[in-house]
């Protein structure tokens, strides 16, 4: 397996295993520069497939979070949709909602292969004191928000509302760069409060344990959420999460159990929040999330399998169902675990 470059594509692989194609529709590209990025990604497919490559899609999201080129995205997905060969969902919610938006994909040969666990992708040293390092007392009640800022996953919210909490031995931490003109918005939410910790830059590997180690309760307040590799990281970690009730994240509570994963209805409120503090202490939590299911031996397998069913398919209809055994698990961190099973196929993943 190699990982994507254009120079790659001189040779000839079997599968071509794709990730957010959306990702030039987002900001960060002016108008002309994501026209010319999708048509020249639509075009190596089309190179791809006239040499033979199967092309499958890994479903992470549905649009671009940002919606910038609405009638650009539109025509990319149309054209995207018609080159691909089959296509992955990290849920079953998650293919319903992807069959339901692209009815297109009910002629592909589709799978569930849910998203893998982090642990082991970061150090983590139990025996530091993770909140010396970050200068947070020992007793303080810790509020965590990780990943990269942008608008849509609301961040001065959840500013706003963990301002409303009384009590002051609370601290939210914010870790993760900003993207998006969000600086401004993230920096007045948080006012003077001092509880309010700003690390608002690229958190490197080695430090992530920090976070997360210091954190009582991961919550991530996004207005739209359809898979969170963060939840999963958190989960990684040993720590719970609060999310909203969208998307997968239900599955994830009913695959995990709800003293891990907490969703809320609606806009998260200050006493949403509260009351979410108060059920992240131990209390008869197990040490670890039951994730067993979330083996990355097993998911390798299953792609790989579902590999094999694309490369066998015809192109005629293909009748799709959505597993009853399967939660949530992704491809997202798979390039180790895909290297140890893929045996005689050749597979560009990007």
Same mark, same amino acid.
């Given at each position: 397996?190699?990982?994507?470059?254009?120079?790659?594509?001189?040779?000839?692989?079997?599968?071509?295993?794709?990730?957010?194609?959306?990702?030039?529709?987002?900001? $960060? %590209?002016?108008?002309?520069?994501?026209?010319?990025?999708?048509?020249?990604?639509?075009?190596?497919?089309?190179?791809?497939?006239?040499?033979?490559?199967?092309?499958?899609?890994?479903?992470?999201?549905? /649009?671009?979070?940002?919606?910038?080129?609405?009638?650009?995205?539109?025509?990319?997905? &149309?054209?995207?949709?018609?080159?691909?060969?089959?296509?992955?969902?990290?849920? #079953?919610s998650?293919?319903?909602?992807?069959?339901?938006t692209f009815p297109q994909l009910g002629h592909l040969p589709g799978f569930v292969i849910p998203h893998g666990l982090y642990r082991g992708e970061y150090p983590m040293d139990r025996n530091l004191d993770h909140r010396r390092t970050l200068d947070i007392a020992?007793?303080? /009640?810790?509020?965590?928000?990780? $990943?990269?800022?942008? /608008?849509?996953?609301?961040?001065?919210?959840?500013? &706003?509302?963990?301002?409303?909490?009384?009590?002051?031995?609370?601290?939210l931490c914010i870790a993760g760069k900003l993207l998006n003109d969000c600086g401004p918005s993230v920096r007045d939410a948080a006012g003077n409060d001092p509880r309010v910790r700003l690390h608002t830059q690229h958190v490197p590997a080695q430090e992530v344990q920090n976070y997360f180690g210091a954190a009582d309760l991961v919550v991530l307040p996004y207005r739209e959420i359809l898979n969170s590799g963060t939840a999963l990281l958190a989960l990684?970690?040993? #720590?719970?999460v609060l999310?909203?009730?969208?998307?997968?994240?239900?599955?994830?509570?009913?695959?995990? $159990?709800?003293?891990?994963?907490r969703t809320?209805?609606?806009?998260?409120? %200050?006493?949403?929040?509260?009351?979410?503090?108060?059920?992240?202490?131990? /209390?008869? &939590?197990?040490?670890?999330?039951p994730m067993g299911s979330l083996d990355c031996s097993r998911l390798a397998q299953e792609t790989v399998e579902a590999y094999k069913i694309v490369l066998s398919h015809s192109g005629g209809d293909y009748k799709q169902s959505i597993p009853a055994n399967h939660a949530e698990r992704s491809t997202e961190s798979s390039r180790e675990y895909h290297k140890n099973a893929i045996r005689n196929l050749q597979v560009l993943d990007d």
């Open positions: 397996m190699d990982e994507f470059s254009i120079g790659n594509l001189r040779d000839r692989y079997d599968v071509w295993h794709m990730h957010w194609p959306e990702t030039f529709l987002n900001p $960060g %590209t002016t108008g002309v520069g994501a026209a010319f990025k999708t048509q020249l990604i639509l075009s190596l497919m089309d190179f791809a497939r006239c040499r033979g490559t199967k092309i499958i899609w890994t479903v992470h999201n549905l /649009k671009a979070h940002d919606g910038r080129y609405p009638r650009l995205e539109r025509r990319f997905w &149309r054209a995207f949709l018609r080159r691909i060969d089959g296509f992955i969902c990290l849920s #079953k998650g293919m319903r909602l992807a069959l339901h020992a007793d303080a /009640k810790v509020v965590l928000f990780f $990943g990269m800022i942008r /608008k849509y996953k609301n961040v001065p919210g959840l500013i &706003r509302v963990f301002r409303g909490l009384s009590d002051s031995d609370a601290v990684s970690f040993d #720590k719970p999310v909203p009730r969208q998307g997968a994240m239900a599955e994830l509570q009913s695959l995990v $159990g709800d003293d891990w994963v809320y209805q609606g806009e998260l409120s %200050t006493a949403e929040l509260t009351d979410a503090l108060v059920w992240s202490r131990p /209390k008869h &939590r197990g040490e670890f999330p």
